[in-house]
């Protein structure tokens, strides 16, 4: 990957201890004595998010690479957070479209190894950061355009949902939905509020239910995705999407998307700690991890 964008980060010494974690989470290093540092893109790409960054469009392209599935591990989880955070904070982009590096996967949703048999406060970290994507992700001031380049269960469509619109590969083998009940658990309420503000109420009901991933032309039909077009479009037409959106003055359309989700995303910020404790009670009863651990066992069968 070639990149040449130059970004300035200030001196490490005038930043918050955590601002130190982040910088060796993303490999960036100060020279001696340093007053502030140049790191080209190259050390922004960090080990599970690649940021590639066209700043003469104002743009970038943040791909997950967290191979075979691109599960949202805690890693990636944070990884994803700091990296939207830098482009926040990168007057030079104003939108992001978000896709892939695995072939034929956009996302197989949260780590189902972070939510079996772990410890209690294992999962109360996970979900705080499970938590923190999203609404980083929904409230984000940034135009974000999702290239579902491959199949994109659960937490993976969650990720689509946060977009402003969604361009998926017309592969009938990727499916996209929120299929938790089959895995024997709930979509939380934040996912749910999610996909009714997408897609409505009455075919969020079903679709939550009965657990469906719906091929690109079904999602397509029930509105979780906008666009369907040939893999290899995907990217190129989410990038096309996030100019016409970028042709809208920043400020009307932030206002805008700001009043349309941040009830939805209150409702979350409103009982954070609460929704933690749901979270890991529930996912630590014994049926709970049962069936989780059945489902894995079912996803590793499959190749034998
Ligand atoms: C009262 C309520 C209160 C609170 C709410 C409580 C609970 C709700 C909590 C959470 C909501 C959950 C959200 C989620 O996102 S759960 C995850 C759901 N994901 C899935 O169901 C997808 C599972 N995976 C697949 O279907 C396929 O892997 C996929 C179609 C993505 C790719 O298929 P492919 O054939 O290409 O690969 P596989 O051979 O299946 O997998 C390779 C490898 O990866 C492992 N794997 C797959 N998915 C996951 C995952 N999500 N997490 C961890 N590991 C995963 C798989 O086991 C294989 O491993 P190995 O055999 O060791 O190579």
């Not at 089959?182 to 934040?190: D, H, N, R, S, T």
């Not at 666009?227 to 805008?256: C, E, F, G, Y």
């Amino acid at each position: 990957m070639a990149l040449t964008a130059v970004i300035r980060v200030p001196s490490r010494a005038l930043l918050r201890p955590w601002a130190r974690l982040r910088d060796a989470a993303l490999g960036w290093i100060e020279p001696a004595g340093g007053g502030g540092v140049e790191v080209s893109a190259q050390r922004f790409a960090s080990q599970k998010v690649l940021v590639e960054p066209d700043p003469a469009a104002g743009v970038a392209v943040m791909k997950f690479k967290n191979p075979p599935v691109n599960s949202l591990s805690l890693e990636l989880l944070t990884e994803l957070v700091i990296s939207l955070e830098k482009l926040e904070n990168d007057k030079t982009v104003r939108g992001v479209v978000l896709t892939s590096d695995c072939p034929g996967i956009f996302s197989a949703g949260l780590d189902l190894t972070e939510m079996c048999g772990r410890n209690p406060a294992h999962y109360a970290e996970y979900w705080k950061a499970v938590q923190e994507m999203w609404l980083r992700l929904y409230l984000s001031n940034l135009v974000l355009v999702a290239a579902i380049n491959g199949a994109s269960p659960a937490g993976g469509c969650l990720i689509a949902l946060t977009c402003d619109y969604r361009v998926m590969a017309d592969n009938p083998k990727y499916c996209i939905g929120l299929n938790e009940t089959l895995l024997g658990i709930v979509a939380p309420f934040w996912f749910k509020d999610n996909l009714v503000n997408t897609i409505g109420h009455r075919a969020s009901e079903r679709a939550l239910q009965l657990g469906l991933l719906f091929p690109p032309t079904e999602a397509l039909q029930v509105g979780m995705v906008d666009k369907v077009v040939p893999k290899d479009q995907v990217q190129s037409t989410a990038l096309s999407v996030l100019a016409q959106w970028m042709a809208i003055p920043d400020h009307a359309r932030q206002l805008t998307k700001n009043m349309m989700r941040k009830p939805t995303a209150d409702r979350l910020l409103k009982q954070r700690d609460a929704d933690i404790q749901n979270f890991v009670s529930f996912i630590s009863r014994d049926s709970i991890q049962k069936s989780l651990q059945m489902y894995l066992e079912k996803l590793k069968q499959k190749k034998g």
